[in-house]
């Protein structure tokens, strides 16, 4: 029997509509010593049924833990010496396993290395493609000192990772990934990222309202987290000075030039115009991108979307997490004795 050298850790909550892909991809894979452990979150679709076609090992939760608990129950179980975490929804690539098993090895048993999505998601709709190119821009920024390494691509040897702690379960919906990375800065392991480990995400963002959506929830939990850990300024991932940049100006750009038309004042209009011009060269490897992805005919409605509607979920959930730290601060000093 070959001896198992990787663990893939999958969390499912409902995740009927993606999981049969997601295997699909694994057991198509070119390595030769792995194991899939999905955990379910206590789903209540379909998805269990299609998990049991599989040759995998299937670890059911009674209760709804959240991704954080999941992980952390088929990382503890795992028979590897490396554990590759991935989401339900993402798609390995033929080589992924074996790139994730080479890479680890280069960078030694304190180093947990972080992968990305591939260009070009596996539907292939407006939105999606956009939420790809946007999370690939960003997690890319920085490859020798990643500020977090995210969960959908996590090669972290399975040593390090019972030391470590695992992912912090009593903590938000989303971004434990983050949370956990910062820790293991702070107790002194590496991280790394490595463009060539990519996985293909099934996003399904078929509309406006699923980009939006999507847009404000991630904003509203990382603005509630960057306060509390005093880096809402900083270059995080997905949360980069670009988008945080980006945001500012559409709400100052249109105001100063409103300022400007009552009186005929020229400095705000030129303010305005300056600032919309920092913002189109700050964000200017993501527009490249986009062009990448689908040159001109993708490239315009992408940064028209970036700069004129994306800003508004953006915006929109950083002041209900603004809100929800505020409020949350209040209980806590009255709580206090």
Known sequence: MTRCRISVIIPNRNGARSIGLCLEALFASAHDAFEVIVVDDASTDDSVDIIGRYPCTLLRLRTHGGAAAARNRGGRIGRGALLFFIDADCLVEQDTLTIAERVSARWGMETVVGGTYTLHPHDRTFFSMFQSAFIRCSELKDIADPDYVAAHAMVVPAALFRASGGFAEEFQPIIEDVEYSHRLRRQGYRLVMEPDLQVRHVFNFNSLADSLRNGYRKSRYWTIYSLGNRDLCADSGTASRGLKLNTMVY?????????????????????????????????????????????????????????????????????????????????QRRRRP
């Open 251 to 331: 709400v100052l750009a249109p105001l100063l030039a409103a300022i400007s038309l009552p009186g005929r004042h020229i400095f705000p209009l030129v303010l305005s115009a300056l600032l919309i011009a920092a913002n189109l060269a700050a964000n200017r490897t993501f527009f490249s991108l986009l062009h990448k992805v689908g040159g001109l005919r993708f490239l315009v409605p992408g940064m028209l979307y970036y700069t004129m509607v994306y800003p508004l979920a953006v915006g929109g959930g950083g002041l209900a997490g603004l809100a929800d730290y505020l409020v949350a601060t209040v209980h």
